[in-house]
């Protein structure tokens, strides 16, 4: 360790748990860097919601029950910005890094200097949360294609990016003999694009298992009931969550992970994930997906469902062994958990 221990605040989303089981990309990150803290000796301090796991010290905010509706979204983000402000008043924190697309709702008060990670999309921000008028408060993206549309939008103080990673050494451990069947990871909600993963596999007829969960935002259950649940048969099945060991399993034995995003990915957890276990990668071109998915190499980018289900019967010709080499030289977790401890250092100092 360089220097003095040092004490990091990290402030999760309110509205979903933070763990190594924990579906959300912003959550896994999160958890990845407090592992690494508190691997490294420095003191890690977690706000987030009640039943997370984390390896430093939890600062728990209450579980909503029900909807997520306007009011318990409201009522998480006051219960996060008082649990802040109580850990700045208790702890000696030398640096407050934020992962939540509302973290303008719960800044801490003015004092240690804040890092905020922004996960998704810049258009998904508030305009006003992208030039905070708190002092000490710093931006940062997680891709080139991200950080020049933040670049594009004056957002700042700006940081250069800080690209995501994934655990490739626990992922690449995974031998299994491979399936037939197409997989998506994820939340499952419109600009996730299940639906298209779903024709896709039957224009292919291929099987296809869907894990991921359906939070109980009323757009995201009505996306399900409407637009995925009609497509599911025999073949085309939902698994629901699953947990970390589950996924190394089913990422080990898929033909291929589809990434049907709609939506500009700011990164993709989920085909670095498959690339580690030398699982090919079908996805849509959308944001940051072309810097992950090297075309030829880890998959193919497409430009739609018949795209995606033309690229199925193609994949078997990547050779798993470069894909795994691949993942191992870009998207390592530990690479990316120096960089946070470097800029706290340096925030500190």
């Known amino acids: 360790m360089n220097g003095r221990p040092l004490t990091v605040l990290s402030v999760a989303y309110p509205l979903a ?3 190594p089981d924990a579906v959300g990309g912003a959550e896994q990150v999160l ?3 407090d592992r690494a803290l508190a691997a490294a ?19 728990p905010v209450p579980r909503p029950s029900g909807e997520l509706d306007d009011a318990a979204q409201a009522k998480a983000r006051a219960d996060t910005a008082r649990a802040v402000a109580a850990a700045v008043r208790a702890e000696r924190v030398d640096a407050v890094h934020l992962h939540g697309v509302d973290f303008h709702a719960y800044l801490p008060p003015p004092g240690p200097p804040a890092l905020v990670t922004l996960h998704l999309p810049p258009s998904w921000y508030p305009v006003e949360a992208l030039r905070p008028s708190r002092p000490g408060t710093w931006l940062h993206g997680v891709s080139a294609s991200q950080h020049a549309a933040l670049r594009d939008m004056r957002a700042g103080p700006l940081l250069p990016p800080v690209s995501n990673g994934v655990p490739v050494e626990a992922l690449g451990e995974a031998r299994h003999a491979r399936r037939s069947f197409a997989l998506v990871l994820g939340r499952v909600c419109p600009e996730k694009g299940q639906h298209l993963a779903l024709r896709a596999a039957r224009a292919a007829d291929v099987p296809l298992l869907i894990g991921g969960e359906v939070y109980p935002y009323e757009a995201h259950e009505r996306y ?8 599911l048969d025999r073949r085309r099945r939902f698994l629901g969550p699953v947990g970390f060991a589950r996924k190394r399993r089913l990422l080990a034995a898929a033909r291929c992970v589809l990434v049907p995003s709609t939506a500009p990915e700011t990164s993709s957890l989920v085909a670095m994930e498959a690339a580690a276990c030398g699982t090919p990668v079908v996805a849509f071109p959308s944001g940051a997906l072309p810097e992950v998915v090297e075309h030829g190499r880890i998959g193919f980018l497409v430009p739609d469902a018949a795209g995606m289900a033309e690229a199925i019967s193609g994949v078997g010709a990547l050779d798993p062994g470069a894909i795994r080499w691949a993942a191992r030289e870009r998207f390592s977790d530990a690479r990316m958990a120096d960089r946070y401890l470097a800029l706290y250092r340096w925030l500190a100092a």
């Open 17 to 19: 748990p933070v763990g």
């Open 31 to 33: 958890s990845a860097v």
């Open 41 to 59: 000796g420095h003191r890690s301090v977690v706000v987030a919601q009640e039943g997370s796991v984390v390896a430093g010290a939890l600062r």
């Open 224 to 231: 399900f009931a409407e637009e995925v649940a009609p497509l």
